[in-house]
């Protein structure tokens, strides 16, 4: 027999605009800890909900961008939705939704800080709408997906559009001001093989401080986006100090 969802992933539930909890909702917010420590409970980790959840929420974002941005090519659509569907869009959604508190970890990975890791509410993020999807087909998906890149997704429609992805914005923005461009360089990887999760540093010249910022994503490529969207922010934040 199936166990109940707990309290907290209930409220989940309430925060996504369901009506009653999906029947494999308690598999989709099982990490593989949990699941390895706790066979002789049905126990099946969320990988496989996180696999199909990757596949749904992309499609879905898809549909959402064909209808925002009609005149936009095929290219534009893939680095949009690449900014909307990616791991570190979807951990912020997921700490916004507190998927964290619903989570079931085993309890090394618990001791270990696994519960607010990117990488772990991103996948129990897209596991949870693969469960959704399961339940109740593309009309519930679709809603749900909204719930979880609404917030980005507005932001998106605000500006028209993404104009320039993160590299080339930092790099043009380095050369202006006479600067070498920043290196970035793969410093880990995890996660299972069907969904690797690639950690890079993006580093700024030295005549720029010569600071390095970390990024992650399925790609090595959006890892590196991610790292350079963070040192964008950054120096955002520093000309924003020195004009206060």
């Known amino acids: ?12 539930c309430v925060r996504l ?23 002789d409970d049905q126990g099946m980790d969320n990988q496989r909900l996180e696999f199909l959840g990757d596949s749904v929420l992309g499609l879905c974002v898809s549909e959402m961008l064909m209808a925002a941005f009609d ?11 690449a900014s909307l569907v990616n791991a570190q869009a979807l951990a912020r959604a997921a700490k916004r939704l507190d998927v964290a508190s619903a989570l079931r970890l085993g309890r090394g990975a618990e001791a ?5 890791r990117p990488n772990v509410l991103a ?21 749900v997906s909204r719930h979880v890149v609404g917030d980005d997704f507005d932001q998106l429609v605000a500006r ?3 104009q320039r992805d993160a590299k080339s914005r930092l790099q043009e923005r380095l050369q202006a001001e006479g600067l070498d461009t920043p290196t970035y ?31 992650e994503g399925r790609s090595k490529k959006i ?22």
């Open 17 to 39: 605009g369901l009506d009653s909890p999906p029947l494999r909702l308690n598999e989709a917010l099982t990490h593989p800890s949990w699941a390895n420590e706790h066979q």
């Open 160 to 162: 028209g559009g993404i």
């Open 112 to 116: 270990a800080g696994e519960r607010n």
């Open 185 to 215: 360089e793969v410093v880990g990887e995890d996660g299972p093989a069907h969904a690797r999760v690639f950690h890079v540093e993006a580093t700024l010249p030295d005549a720029a401080g010569g600071t390095s910022f970390a990024g």
């Open 123 to 143: 996948d129990a993020m897209e596991a949870v709408i693969g469960a959704v999807y399961l339940d109740g087909g593309m009309a519930a998906a679709r809603r």
């Open 71 to 81: 005149g936009v090519d095929e290219g534009g659509l893939t680095v949009m939705r």
């Open 1 to 12: 027999m199936l166990s109940e969802p707990s309290e907290a992933a209930r409220t989940l």
């Open 223 to 244: 890892a590196e986006q991610a790292a350079a969207s963070a040192a964008l922010q950054s120096l955002d934040d520093r000309d924003d100090g020195s004009r206060g």
